[in-house]
């Protein structure tokens, strides 16, 4: 990517980093507990990941998503939708934002799925659980036809041309959390990713996917263990190599302090297109309860194959209603 566009993603991660540090706060037990009816959450934030995917050149990817998610005792209802920005001869879906039908719900995507997660948050899809001590951090619109006049590419998507930008496809998800004894749960979850996202910018696939997926999660005191499964049905376009996936991984966190906690992730995934090898991803994050109901999220982490991320990065802010 250009320096332009890194430096427009470095001075974002400070401006959003410079806004929310003067509220930070003790998390508090009004934080922690939803109440008999509910509670709503808005996420956004930024996130960057660099990496080649077993092509010449990187591809670069600036993502903001933006989600609402409702939360009732175990369950937990979500909708998120991106604006991306891409620079590079690679899919989307290469990148780990793709994979994880887009950010998770940190604005990370991938990992971060455990009680004190950070970097994806609060999920109920790809990504990225809840109950108790959760921190709520959250984290693919045009519809365009191809013609005869477009050029398609071996995977399915169209275009030659490697810089492009919009909105990404909408992921509506579901999650509900089991309690199975004192500090353990059982967390099943349903993601369907609705191939709003435009197929002739390399954004979308043009189809419907469904991710399911389970987290099983352990409190030890301050610290959480969890590990993760998925299944990800891929809806396949004509003449494409796309196919459905299996993913896994796991992680652990702990309380710092009072509203901080701190943490790493591990996740593995195949690729989405048959024949590549898998992604292998490690993230370390911190997250911060902050004063009237805001939640911030910062992330870093790297790839160990050539199908990973050379580098990702990024932050997101929650505000409970």
Request: no cysteine; glycine share 16%; net charge negative.
């Amino acid at each position: 990517m250009k320096n332009s566009m890194k430096s427009a993603v470095g001075a974002a991660i400070v401006g959003l980093f410079v806004a929310a540090t003067p509220a930070m706060a003790q998390q508090s037990d009004e934080d922690q507990n939803t109440g008999s009816s509910g509670s709503i959450r808005m996420n956004t934030g930024l996130s960057y990941s660099s990496g080649d995917y077993g092509e010449l050149e990187n591809t670069e990817v600036i993502g903001i998503p933006v989600s609402l998610t409702y939360k009732k005792d175990g369950l937990r209802l979500r909708v998120s939708v991106p604006w991306v920005m891409i620079e590079g001869p690679g899919s989307l879906l290469a990148t780990p934002e793709g994979r994880d039908a887009f950010f998770g719900d940190s604005g990370g995507g991938g990992q971060g799925r455990g009680r004190g997660r950070g970097r994806g948050g609060d999920s109920g899809n790809s990504g990225s659980g809840s109950g108790s001590k959760d921190i709520e951090v959250e984290d693919e619109l045009d519809d365009d036809v191809i013609d005869d006049d477009d050029i398609v590419d071996e995977d399915g998507f169209a275009g030659p041309d490697n810089s492009r930008s919009g909105f990404g496809d909408v992921n509506v998800s579901a999650l509900y959390s089991i309690q199975l004894a004192s500090g353990t749960y059982f967390e099943p979850a349903v993601a369907v990713k609705l191939p709003t996202a435009s197929r002739t910018k390399r954004l979308g696939t043009g189809e419907v996917d469904v991710t399911l997926s389970a987290d099983l999660v352990q409190e030890i005191g301050d610290a959480t263990l969890y590990v993760h499964g998925r299944r990800r049905l891929a809806g396949k376009p004509e003449g494409s190599t796309l196919r459905s996936t299996w993913g896994a991984g796991g992680g652990a966190s702990v309380r710092a302090t009072d509203g901080v906690y701190i943490g790493a992730d591990y996740f593995w995934q195949q690729s989405a297109f048959a024949g590549r090898q898998a992604s292998s991803e490690a993230s370390a994050w911190a997250s911060f309860r902050l004063s009237e109901g805001f939640s911030l999220t910062t992330y870093a982490g790297t790839g160990f194959n050539d199908s990973s991320a050379d580098f990702f990065a990024g932050m997101a802010i929650g505000k409970r209603f």
